[in-house]
């Protein structure tokens, strides 16, 4: 998670596109038509047949122009989101875009986006056609340097939409120039070969085999997914018998009559003869593994799809052979391994599970393991495992999300949902969800009446995210429902999250007499309960408090005894928010040195948790501490640094507030230290550290904090625009194949480069490249190309 969190931290986003695990066939009259359509318009829709290749197409195409785009292509898989409403949020999390205020989200895409220049694919758009595209032509509207490259079974029928429809590999090699030379083999014969080779090592294309295998690709149509289906047979058949056994199979859908079937027929008919083909017991686990959406692991697998007919031990060989038949795709995530099924391949999954009457069954039994998941994430929570644990729910939350939208859809299950909701309230918070937590809470606490420990804790857990919202009042008043029903219960940890809670209101109200008096309250309920997270948190802002009011010595003590509490168990998270707090009050005492190391081992955490709020009051504190030692450069690039997260997180100090203070007393010192055109550049400057290097830059890691140094010194008088392309130059490229590279057209290029001759003073390309060079050198970047 470390990656996304340097990102975080710079206004420079990385390209995020799924890794191929197969090679790339063909699709060079394709690719090049895509290309040429995003240079000429910002919405291209690639439409097509299931099967046909779009999302394979437009991946590769988005890996080819994303030099292009300074602010990166991301890519937005939206096969996985059954529920429009969800549309929104599954595209911030895409775009690693976090928001903790109460804002509408799709004003939170729009505001994030309007300045980029960014590629946005947006892929199996067909089920949510409408909201597809609303959502393209709002952003299209609102963000001027933005292209969206959608795929869908049909154009979005936006305007200035392109679009191309997708057509299947070519099934043609002739030779057409003429020479008699052998002809160049055909896309569909090419891919044939590839998939096979993956099966049999040592298959070829020959003279002996060629005319069946184009007979194979014909039969077809072209199709990639059926070509893939089919190859993987070569397992166990010739070439030969398998074009035999697929004439004997679409013989029958036709009645014995040799017309053609219609393409989605075709792979329909594909995907039929692949669950022939397999053993009962794999047939009956591709059913059953349709309840996943986005993947599952081996452990989900063996828990969720066992039984009646299938013993736990077995599920695993039965997973190797559907990633053997192509039926199974294995994807590595970091150390965990998952199985996804196929689009196509699910939706035939779940119409035969339906067939089978099973569906109520698993999908329950989905739900159950993941409302189990959710509160052993809760349990495990304080300790070691914490990180890998977060990591693993961020993996299972497409998973998370159906499991939670079962419930909502049974009144009778409401009540699942408040709980799991009030379970995975960190990974609400330490994730991109917290927006989406907070609905879900809502959803679930409007459709219950009761008044049990589970809605309490729903309550006080849901009054955490609004606070972080800065929705005190809604806050307010679940906590005095909550309150009322622990009182009733005579729930002491229901009590103990009142008043811990109730106290962060009054902090941020600036109250802090009030605010001590609740926290100390919290120490003592939590303390009573034996509950550490509670009793560390209570702590970390009892610590706050006292040093807002200037209770040093209380402040140091209590913080101190916070950071024992997690030592204690291991645990990592709240431990950084205890040292942060540490810190500040140091900071307040005059002791630097013990600051910056207190603030810069909990940015290391928080950095490897990729927790954008801790990022950026570590940050905060280290500007101010930075100011206090008249360092006002390192402090501006800082608060620089800072801008950038709290811009990912959508308010400055978000739920801390009467930290507010301090950081605008380090802008008016620091701004007088340096002059007001001076502060703002390096401002700027901190803004703009490209990827990690602004955390680097903060940890005072050398190579990045010298680098961070010598541009500052150094500002280039080029636009990004005009660097990009003069990178180009410097690599010997041409005006046409830099208009390629860039999708922009050659008549642009050309007045890109009499701009950076004109700002440069130079008259020919060799300068242009020297001077990269030279410019490269002084940033220690090393020479270009």
Known sequence: MASAASSAASGHRPSRLPADTTSFVGRRQELAEVRRMLSESRMVTLSGVGGVGKTRLATRTATVVRRAFPDGVQMVELAQVEKPELLITTVMEALEIRDHSHRPPMDVLVERLRDKHALVVLDNCEHLHHECAVLAETLLRSASELRILATSR???????????????????????????????????????????RSVVPDFAVTDANRA???????????????????????????????????????????????????????????????????????????????????????????????????????????????????????????????????????????????ESGQTARFRRG?????????????????????????????????NLRAALEYCLSDPAEVEVALGMGADLLYHWITSFYLTEGRDWMDRALALDSGASEVRARALWSNSWLAIIQGDLDDAAAMLRESRAIGERLGREEILGYVVLYSGMIAMFRQDADTAIGLYKEAVERHTATGDPVGHALALIRLSLAHSFLGDSALAVSIGEQG?????????????????MALGVELWRQGEAARATSMEQESLRFNRSLDDPLGMGVNLEVLAWVAAGEKQFTRAARLLGIAKAVWKAVGAVLSGYGHLMRYHDACVDDTRRALGSSAFLAEVEHGADLPDGDGLAYALEETAAAEAGDRDAGRPSPLTPRETQIARLVAEGESNKKIAATLVISQRTVEGHIEHIMNKLGFNSRVQIAGWINDHDRAAGAGPAG
């Open 563 to 579: 950071i024992a509490v997690c030592e204690a168990h291991g645990e990592g998270w709240h431990r950084a928010y205890a040292m």
């Open 366 to 398: 989905h739900r159950d393991f993941y409302q189990r998941m959710a509160a052993e994430a809760r349990f495990r929570l304080f300790g070691p495992g914490q990180p890998a644990l977060l990591e693993r729910l961020q993996l299972e939350h497409a």
């Open 154 to 196: 049909h154009v979005l029928g936006i305007s200035g939409e392109q679009t191309l429809s997708v057509p299947p590999l070519s099934l043609s090699g002739l030779d057409s120039s003429g020479t008699g030379r052998t002809p160049p083999m055909p896309e569909a014969v090419e891919l044939f070969a590839d998939r096979a």
């Open 212 to 354: 069946a295998v184009e007979q194979v690709c014909r039969r077809l149509d072209g199709l990639p997914l059926a070509i893939e289906l089919a190859a993987v047979r070569l397992r166990v058949l010739s070439v030969k018998q398998l074009l035999e056994r697929l004439d004997d199979r679409f013989r029958l859908l036709t009645g014995g009559s040799r017309t053609v079937l219609p393409r989605h027929q075709t792979l329909r008919a594909l995907i039929d003869w692949s669950h022939l083909l397999c053993t009962e017991q794999e047939r009956v686990l591709w059913a059953r593994m349709s309840v996943f959406t986005g993947g599952c692991d081996l452990e989900a697998a063996e828990e969720v799809c066992s039984g009646d007919g299938i013993v736990r031990e077995e599920v695993v060989d039965l997973i190797a052979a559907l990633v053997e038949k192509s039926i199974l795709s294995r994807e590595d995530h970091g150390g965990a391994v998952r199985y996804r099924l196929l689009e196509s391949i699910r939706q035939y999954g779940r119409e035969r599970l339906a």
